[in-house]
């Protein structure tokens, strides 16, 4: 980490980075507004009247032009590599104390959900390329200005870290593109036209058109990774040792999802359990999914029940879990907000409570019912069986009734159409899934720590 | 005059390798389809949709030439690199300050990483365009399990340079497995497994135990991992792409509307 460095020193370090970086931002803007005046696709965003003479149109090209030359004028600042400059192309402490107030873990998820959300419904708007490029230099902008920051910097730069970060980016490219290709879909089909793929989609030669494509990917994909490779060493640290254990230990990024679901499962649920689960789900897919529509091409409104259930899955469960867990857990696996210092000291109170205690201790005012000493293993296992009943009760509740309940209510169709095993494994999955939301809201709201607490069988759930 | 190229293409030796005149008319372009081993896991002609680059994204043979660059890589590593505590990670510094071609690690590295996103994102496309559905459902299984393979490549290799890094990854890692239903000794269930009043699921005998050859990540962890990330996943992998590509041509070529 860069902690030992003054301020000074660290922006200086920094300066050349950033001023490039303006510099690339401003020259791709002004590529955009070139290929826009060139190709007359620019748009007129609205007109600005000059003293009632002429009305002059404000174009998609202007905007951008606009926006190159405000990186250009970030440019210099950046380099300068002088505190004062800098303050010009740095967050805004009070950006970084609203952070600093509000974001906790469960801000974090809630708001990545209700991002995702409003993107999903306001993908109409999204999708156009005048907001998506919009929000592209937006978020260009707030990275580079957040790089001012010793630890925003430290955590983003980590060469380990770097690939989650191409990977948001990649991410938020490729869902645009397929988003604004379904969009496009979606409203052909309203109007009675077949989708764009089927346009235009006669039988070509695979010498030139795929193997082209391919050759030039090859050698895309071949020189990222070598100028990739010659930027950014490999890391390497200290030879193995079995007793200096580091804190945070952080299994590789793609598993993070995985680390993430065990502040709120034990192991054997978030380590072997749920991965099985999501492996097997993954699998049954194309075996649950009885919609014959959407098949080959682009569609959101088609075959939206799997679509939102898939992108539950994987973008707000999977993805956003493992950008908190690269970004957001420091030692001790505590929540640190991205521009925290990572202290080994923080303490977070936990104070969690078992659904057993709160329901013998708490709502009866009894003390949880314990075998007599000394009894036989089965008066053991009833005993336990007891306490532990209203979770076990719940549980089984949630797995086993649920399903007959969805199939008499929203998803009678589905029960209909697929029959009742088919049924069985959907609406199971759907759960599984369920319990990952369920158990981090109850843990925020109740600070419930398990469902079933049986330590004496390893069983926690 | 011939030219020099003409003369090098009308030779024996060119005529016995390359079997197909220039692909510059549509016939040659039919013919060098045909007869190239490497372009004949292509069709000859394909839906112009279906091979757009807007619609696959290219991600598949994205990830398929990560697989190669890793393969090619990880080779020329093994010559510089021995699987033991003592050795692994001084190999790993020579590598880094001694080789020359110093990028070897970091194209091995980041193409794993790469490797990692990009399957993601193949997979990620072939959903949005609901192409795992009929015929492709078991395209997609393949698919799934090639995912998991890719994963497992990436989690085996982290423990090889045998610095705190990947010790510790690989402890947090595995220390899942300790928790296995029925089969890790402290996994639910375990303590119903006695013979005779005899625990059959210690922790020298679960599943932690058998990832890692060992009670803790040690010297035969690293042998075991070693061996699954150089010879084991990567064969396994390479016979299910086999069929994963057969399977692509089989299911009638790339997707697109019906
Ligand atoms: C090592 C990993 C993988 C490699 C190298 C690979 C390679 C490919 C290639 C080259 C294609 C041709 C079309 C394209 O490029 O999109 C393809 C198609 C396909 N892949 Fe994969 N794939 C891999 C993993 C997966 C995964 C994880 C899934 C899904 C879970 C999957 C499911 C499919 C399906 C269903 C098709 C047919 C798509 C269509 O016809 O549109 N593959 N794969």
């Known amino acids: 980490m860069h902690g030992h460095l003054s301020q000074a020193e660290f922006l200086a370090g920094m300066a050349a980075f950033l001023g490039v970086f303006y510099l690339s931002l401003a020259i791709m803007n002004a590529i955009a507004a070139a290929f826009l005046w060139e190709s007359g696709r620019g748009v007129t965003l609205f007109r600005v009247n000059v003293f009632g003479l002429y009305s002059l149109p404000f174009t998609t090209p202007i905007l951008w032009l606009l926006v190159a030359t405000y990186f250009v004028a970030l440019s210099p600042l950046a380099f300068s590599g002088d505190p004062y400059m800098m303050w010009w192309v740095s967050l805004p402490t009070v950006v970084i104390d609203t952070i600093d107030y509000w974001v906790n873990p469960t801000v974090y998820t809630v708001g990545s959900l209700v991002f995702f959300g409003s993107l999903f419904w306001m993908r109409r708007f999204f999708v156009k390329p005048v907001v998506a490029w919009s929000c592209f230099n937006l978020v260009l902008l707030f990275m580079g200005f957040s790089m001012t920051n010793q630890s925003f910097s430290a955590i983003v730069t980590k060469a380990d870290n770097v690939p989650i970060v191409g990977l948001m980016f990649l991410l938020g490219f490729f869902t645009w593109l397929a988003t604004s290709r379904a969009v496009a879909n979606d409203d052909r089909a309203l109007r009675g036209e077949p989708p764009l793929e089927s346009v235009d989609n006669e039988k070509v030669l695979v010498w030139p058109d795929l193997v082209y494509t391919e050759l030039i990917c090859m050698v895309a994909v071949l020189a990222l990774l070598l100028v990739w490779g010659l930027l950014l060493q490999a890391p390497l640290e200290e030879p193995a040792s079995s007793v200096k254990t580091p804190n945070p230990s952080k299994a590789p990024w793609y598993f993070l999802g995985l680390q993430e679901m065990l502040v709120y499962y034990d192991p054997w649920m978030a380590g072997v359990v749920l991965p099985s689960v999501i492996l097997f789900g993954l699998i049954a897919i194309p075996y649950l999914d009885f919609n014959k529509l959407g098949n080959g091409y682009y569609t959101i409104s088609q075959r939206k029940f799997a679509y939102l259930n898939f992108q539950f899955g994987f973008l707000v469960l999977w993805v956003t879990l493992i950008v908190m867990g690269t970004f957001l857990r420091g030692p001790n696996w505590n929540f640190f907000h991205p521009f925290e210092t990572w202290d080994t000291h923080k303490v977070e109170a936990l104070s969690n409570v078992d659904l057993s205690q709160w329901f013998w201790n708490d709502l009866f005012g009894v003390a949880r019912p314990k075998a007599p000493e000394g009894s036989g293993g089965l008066k053991q296992f009833l005993y336990i069986a007891y306490r532990e009943s209203p979770g076990i009760v719940f549980i089984i509740g949630y797995l086993v009734l649920l399903p007959p309940v969805m199939a008499a209510t929203f998803m009678r169709k589905f029960f209909i159409k697929m029959g009742f095993i088919r049924f069985m494994v959907l609406s199971n999955l759907m759960l599984m899934m369920g319990l990952l939301p369920l158990k981090m809201i109850l843990r925020w709201s109740v600070n419930l720590k398990y469902f079933i607490s049986i330590p004496e069988y390893f069983l926690n759930l | ?258």
């Open chain 2, 1 to 258: 005059m011939d030219s020099l190229s003409e003369i090098i293409r009308n030779s024996q030796i060119w005529k016995s390798i390359i079997r197909h005149p220039m692909p510059v008319d549509r016939r040659n372009r039919i013919v060098v389809m045909l007869t190239n081993f490497f372009l004949h896991l292509h069709p000859v002609s394909a839906k112009k949709q279906g091979i757009a680059l807007s619609y696959t994204w290219c991600m598949g043979g994205i990830t398929f030439f990560l697989f190669l660059v890793e393969t090619v890589t990880g080779v020329l590593l093994m010559f510089y690199y021995r699987p033991t505590v003592e050795w692994a990670y001084s190999d790993i510094v020579a590598l880094r300050d001694v080789v020359s071609l110093g990028v070897l690690r970091e194209l091995h590295r980041w193409g794993a990483h790469a490797m990692v996103i990009t399957v993601w994102l193949h997979m990620y496309r072939v959903f949005l365009t609901g192409s795992y559905k009929p015929p492709r459902e078991f395209n997609w299984v393949l698919g799934v399990i090639l995912l998991l393979l890719t994963l497992l490549l990436s989690f085996t290799g982290y423990l090889l340079p045998w610095d705190q890094l990947a010790i510790w990854a690989i402890t947090v890692g595995s220390n899942m497995a300790r928790a296995t239903p029925f089969l890790g000794n402290e996994g639910p269930g375990a303590a119903l497994l006695t013979v005779g009043g005899i625990d059959m699921i210690t922790n020298a005998s679960d599943a932690r135990f058998l990832t890692l050859g060992a009670r803790f990540v040690g010297e035969e962890t690293l042998n075991r991992f070693y061996v699954l990330h150089c010879v084991a996943i990567p064969l396994g992998a390479a016979l299910l792409l086999a069929i994963h590509f057969w399977r692509i041509r089989k299911d009638g070529g790339i997707s697109g509307p019906l």
